[in-house]
Structure formats: C-alpha cells, structure tokens
C-alpha cells in the first residue's frame, strides 16, 4: 500500500506509485499510447501489437484498475480508450503521451501499424474470421 494517495475528481483514491508502475511496463505503455490515439477492441489490441489475447487482457486490467483506460461495450465488443479524466488531474501522464513516446521507435512502429490497420478497413469481426489474429473474443 502506497502512502502516496490523492482523491480523484470522481471521488476514488489514486495511488500514484501505482500509475507508475502500470505505466512501467513497456507493453502497457504501448497499450497506453494506442488506445490514446483512439478506441480500440482487445482484438485490434493484440493485433496491432502482435501479443496474444491473454496477455492483452492482462495489461488492461492493470491499466483499467488504475483507472489509465477505460473501456465500452458496443454489441460484443469492448472498446478501450485513455482516461481522459486522469489526464487532465495528472498533467505528467498527458506530457509523457505527447511527447516522451513519439521519441521511442516501437511507439512509433506501434502507431504506423494503427494507421495501416485503419486504412485496410478490416474490422475486428473480420480478424476473428480471417483468422488474423490470436483468438479474437469479444472481452
């Protein structure tokens, strides 16, 4: 248990060692810096990423419970995003998006293949069918 506590805007406590370490992880910041950009499934999580489903689910539940990311339903699909409550309560975290990972190649790689992704026009329901990535679930 961290001594270093805040009140959340929406009430709950914020351990800010936490944040870093959910951060800490260079396959979280990936997920982080992602999900920044726009909201994505757990498929197109894996698949951008090249990480298996379960190993993506892992990394956003760390992030999700420190309340970096949250998530949506749409039909069968959850959709994560940045918190963008905490970004504005935590200016560093915002500073470290918007600068600090575009300098990082992988970060860079990460969002190039985002950006193919979105041009191929293939849909998370099209990977599970296709086969294009690891076992797609609705999460």
């Not at 994505?40 to 956003?60: F, G, P």
Request: contains cysteine; proline residues 1%; hydrophobic residues 35%.
């Amino acid at each position: 248990m961290s001594i270093i506590k805040y009140k959340h805007k929406a009430g709950e406590e914020v351990d800010i060692i936490e944040i870093f370490k959910a951060l800490g992880d260079e396959t979280r910041m990936r997920i982080f810096h992602i999900v920044s950009k726009e909201k994505l499934c757990v498929c197109e999580i894996e698949n951008i990423l090249q990480i298996t489903q379960s190993n993506a689910s892992r990394h956003l539940t760390k992030l999700k419970m420190n309340n970096l990311i949250r998530s949506e339903k749409s039909a069968q699909w959850v959709y994560y995003g940045v918190n963008h409550e905490i970004l504005k309560e935590f200016p560093f975290i915002q500073a470290i998006l918007e600068t600090e990972l575009k300098k990082i190649k992988i970060c860079q790689q990460d969002i190039e293949v985002l950006k193919q992704y979105r041009q191929s026009g293939i849909s998370c329901e099209q990977l599970k069918e296709n086969g294009l990535n690891h076992e797609c679930k609705g999460e």
